[in-house]
Structures are given as C-alpha cells and as structure tokens.
C-alpha cells in the first residue's frame, strides 16, 4: 500500500470587492430545531455568529446542524427536472411560525422583512450556465472536486476548480496522485457529479493490483489493468504489461489509482458542499470577509466566494435519534379492555394498532412529531448505543387521543442505573426531559408502569427521543 502523504493547496483568492453585489442569506439550523436566518459574520470550527437584522446572534458550532444558502443554485441545467432536483428549499414554513410565535411583534415584524429581503436577494442573483461537461476527482479522505480541467505530470494531478473558473481568481492547485482515488471524465450536468451510475460506484474502489482505466458508456464498460501515466488534455498514457499505451482522452470513461481503502479515520467536522458538487470532508472552516476557507483531514485546502457555498452538513456529528439503533428486548403486557372502563373501552382498539410503531404521527398538546412510539400496560423497551453519548433528550406525555383517562409512571434506565422517575397523568401536559448518561453508557431502557390509580389505563407516549454527543 502507498504511504499516503499529506498535502496543503491552498487556492489563493485576489483581493475583490464583494461589497456591489447582491448578499448571501443562510439558515442556521440548531439541535433543537430552531433556524436563524441572516448573513454570515463569522464561522469557524467553534461558533457562527449571523447579522438577523441588524442584530448578531452566536451559536456555538456544537450546537448546529446545517448551514444552508437560501439563495437558489446560480447553475442552470439543461435539463429541468435536474434543476428542479437541486435547487434549495425554501425556508422552514413551520419553523418560521415558530419563530414568530415565541417573539414579541417586533421581532415577528423583523422576520418578516428579513424574508422579503431574502427574496430579494434571490431575484438578483447571477446565473450561470453549467458546461456541458465537467471532470470530478475523488479524494481519498471522501472529497469530492467538480474540475473544468484536470492533468498529470511527474507524480502531481494540477486542477482547476469550476468554481472559480469565471471568477477572474485562481484556481489551479496541484496534490500528490496518493490523496486521489478516482477520476470521472466527460460528466454530463449537476445531477451526474452527485449522482453516479451504479456501474461506476461498483468499479471506482481502489484496487492494490494497480490502476484501473475505464473505457465505454454505463453498461458497457471495459476496464484494464496497469499504471497510470501522464495525463494531458488530449492523451492518456497507460503502462499495460511494460507497454506504455497512448489513448485518446475523448475516449475514458474514467481512472481508478491502485490502494487499499483507506483507513476509517475520525468524522469530519462537516460536509460543505458547493454549488457545482464540490464536497469537502472538513476539519476546519474559516469566514474571512466574503472568503470561506475549508480544510480537509488531509490537509487540501480551498478557499471560495461565500456565495459558492450551497450547504455546510453538521448533522451527523453529535445527535441521533434513539429510534435509528437496534432495540435489543421489548416485552408488552396489554391490560383487559375492562381496565379502560366501559364507556373508553374503544381506546384499547384504537391502541393496539400503534403500540409499537415509531414512524406514525403523534399529537401531543397539540404538537405534531413525526417519530414516537406509544405504550400501554406494563412495557419495557431497551436499545443499543453503538457509541457513547453524554445525554439523552425526549418528549413525553400522553398523547392527545388518549386523554384524560390515563396515566403512567416511566422509569429511564443507563445499563442498569435509573436516571430518573416521572409519574404522568392524562389531565397534564407533556413535558421534555434531558437526562446525562454515565461514562460508556451502553444501553437505554423505558419501563413503564401503571400509575395505581383504579379505573385509569396505563398509556405513556415517548416522543423524538435523541441521544447526544
């Protein structure tokens, strides 16, 4: 296996004036579901701090999941369905009311004319027509570049970004051929970069019997086996059996560099992902101005007009939603239906077809979650964290359907320790709870049971529970 070398190239921004052109509005979206919307202050890999307005708001990056341009993708594509594809979402609608709901007027009426701003600024926004073809470059630290040109020569890949290549700035850097995995020639449109063939994703994983070269259409591909060579615009040169082959570009598909799969490393700070589908896997992001700044794990690094910028992806780093690991026991005891009373005794039918589902809606003071899971009777539910997490965060309650004839007592439980006791009752509200994990905390259990009251049923729901990092 090749060492894998570390590298710095730093594509150097000339000094511009961002101050005439239209402003970049992004949405910051926390842990807990609340977005801010305004412009970019400062952001680097410890907080953001966004102008909402006139005022500035920080948020330490810990607590953020996305960073999203609500300004739509300057690149036209030819075909409008993959336009359509990749155009951004407009913001949160229910988040918006939200907002507006918990502030004083106002604020409401500061939100209101940040949209219309917003707005504003979208209409403004400069087009771009996204070539016809472009190259993408697989980096071994899960990196993607979208290139207008690329070549090789003396062990070095030199590349242009298609970012920057109307912008009048600089954009060749070169990287050593070890932080490359693979390279796509001739790709057809925004949706293509993003979106390989499946035939592709099958051939492009490195191999430690050499290079591969790729010849052909999805399908029909034809691959072989040797060294790579210098690359220009017009000619491949391929090194098959001692034999160095010269072969037309027009005519790859695409290039494989011989290795191993590189080894698991520690997950990037975040994923950022340009307009054109660049995507780098980052360690360190930094604002300076209108210039964002990303560096890989790896060592690349890439500056960029804020406005190149489509979304910065911090969800996978530090929350999960308890229902997405595997649940290692459950054990159920439903009550007879004289439990409930005679005039309720419909809510034992109406309860059985949701005891364990965890994908259905449920309603809550009203409040809408998209995962829960209600509970009736004595019921225990344990799941496996594959990691440590340092808290565990959820809503409970009985939901709205059932009430006010029920009631409960949960238990929560970290491998055998009990973290807390909660006695609910249907005539109450629901409440959310945040309870620390010991050290190494392995498994989470619900235990719920009845509440003794006579001629009240046992119904607890759970609803959007989340462990934290």
Request: hydrophobic share 40%; net charge negative.
């Amino acid at each position: 296996m090749p060492v894998r070398l570390f590298f710095s190239c730093t594509v150097l921004l000339l000094a511009c004036s961002f101050a005439e052109s239209a402003e970049t509005y992004f949405e910051v979206l926390d842990l807990e579901g609340q977005a801010v919307l305004g412009t970019l202050v400062q952001l680097d890999s410890g907080q953001i701090t966004v102008n909402v307005q006139g005022e500035l708001q920080t948020l330490p990056i810990a607590s953020v999941v996305k960073i999203r341009n609500l300004i739509p993708n300057p690149y036209r594509e030819t075909s409008s369905a993959a336009a359509q594809q990749h155009r951004q979402p407009p913001p949160s609608r229910s988040r918006l009311t939200n907002a507006a709901n918990a502030q004083q007027q106002t604020n409401a009426q500061r939100l209101i004319n940040q949209l219309a701003k917003i707005q504003q600024a979208s209409e403004q926004a400069v087009q771009k027509s996204f070539p016809d073809t472009v190259i993408t470059l697989e980096l071994t630290d899960g990196s993607r570049l979208t290139a207008a040109d690329f070549s090789i020569a003396d062990g070095q890949a030199d590349v242009r970004l298609l970012e920057l290549q109307n912008s009048g700035l600089p954009n060749a850097f070169s990287l050593p051929l070890e932080a490359l995995s693979a390279v796509r020639f001739s790709v057809r449109g925004l949706s293509d970069v993003v979106n390989p063939s499946a035939d592709w994703l099958r051939l492009a994983v490195p191999s430690a019997e050499g290079d591969k070269l790729i010849v052909g259409n999805p399908g029909t591909f034809d691959v072989y086996t040797g060294i790579l060579g210098d690359v220009n615009a017009e000619t491949v040169f391929f090194n098959v059996d001692g034999t160095v082959l010269p072969i037309p570009r027009h005519r790859i598909y695409g290039l494989v560099l011989h290795g191993e799969v590189p080894p698991t490393t520690s997950p990037p700070l975040a994923t950022l992902t340009h307009w054109s589908g660049t995507q780098g896997m980052v360690s360190d992001i930094r604002l300076d101005g209108e210039e964002l700044t990303w560096r890989t794990a790896s060592g690349l690094t890439v500056s960029i007009p804020l406005d190149e910028v489509s979304e910065i992806d911090f969800g996978e780093k530090g929350i999960a939603s308890l229902f997405d690991f595997e649940r290692v026991h459950s054990e159920f005891a439903l009550p007879f239906a004289s439990e409930l009373g005679q005039e309720h005794g419909g809510l034992l039918r109406t309860f059985v077809e949701s005891r364990t589902r965890v994908s259905r809606e449920i309603v809550l003071d009203g409040n809408v979650y998209e995962r829960g899971v209600t509970l009736q009777g004595s019921a225990t539910l344990e799941y496996h964290l594959p990691r440590p997490f340092v808290s565990l965060r959820a809503v409970i309650g009985i939901e709205d359907q059932f009430r006010p004839w029920s009631s409960s007592v949960l238990k929560i439980l970290a491998d055998s320790q009990v973290l807390g006791t909660w006695k609910l009752r249907g005539d109450a509200a629901s409440q959310r709870i945040e309870v620390h994990l010991p050290q190494n905390c392995r498994t989470i259990t619900f235990v719920v049971e009845p509440l003794l009251r006579p001629g009240t049923s046992t119904i607890l729901t759970i609803a959007d529970p989340k462990v934290v990092e």
